[in-house]
């Protein structure tokens, strides 16, 4: 402690005594943020089996949330009381990871740091992160194939479309495509994948398990393969077609 001055540890002292008093009332003050009350004494009821599951839903997201709270306040007194022990053996300003003196400002700041700003725990993000970001960071995770040309099963997207196509806030303007100009039209067929199917004709062309009866199913792909021959039909009548020579 001796870059610090006896009125800059008098300073700090104060600033520690008069935080661990704040913490000590806090937790006086609301019996530890309400959890030594039992849930019973919190509703004024005997039992919460009469209760919609949606009030306990409620009362254990506040218990959870009181927990939490507590064990900040818990943590945050102990290092105060850990800093104050260390200014009686004369240990505190010190970086328990370099043993470098911890600047000033810092300590004004957190009276209670045992760290310099280099050595701080809070300075490197936490890699403790839930489970559920590995699937659901990007949309929709391991179940969009959309970008594999090997993929054409039902995926996360597909599930999408087929809620989409019950009605959405969306309006054709937003389709992925550029030339849907009806809500009908804003589905799966609409956004040109291939639900089950490598080739745009098997969409509509069906037969038996022999081979035969060829049946075609007048879908989306149908009719746009359709309009696509008349135009080429059309284009050949007049010898503008591509096979004009």
Known sequence: MDHLTQSQLQELEEMLLSQKQDLESRLGD??????????????????????????????????????????????????????????????????????????IDRLYALPETCFCKEHSPQSTPSLRRPVEEELLFPPFGRTSFDERSDETEFDGEDAWQIVESYGTSNSPAMAEDNEIDDYNDMEIEASGELDGFTEEFETFVATDIYGENVHFYRNGIYRKHMKATKHLESEDSLGTGSNKY
Not at 52 to 80: C, F, I, W
Request: aromatic share 2%; hydrophobic share 30%.
């Open 30 to 103: 609301n019996d530890h943020l309400g959890i030594e009350a039992s849930l019973r004494d919190k509703t004024g009821e005997l039992s919460t089996n009469d209760n919609h599951p949606a009030d306990v839903g409620t009362e254990m997201y506040e218990r959870s949330k009181d927990l939490a709270l507590l064990e900040h306040v818990e943590l945050e007194l102990t290092r105060v009381n850990e800093a104050l022990l260390r200014m009686q053996n004369g240990s505190y300003g010190i970086c328990e990871t370099c043993g470098a003196p911890i600047d």
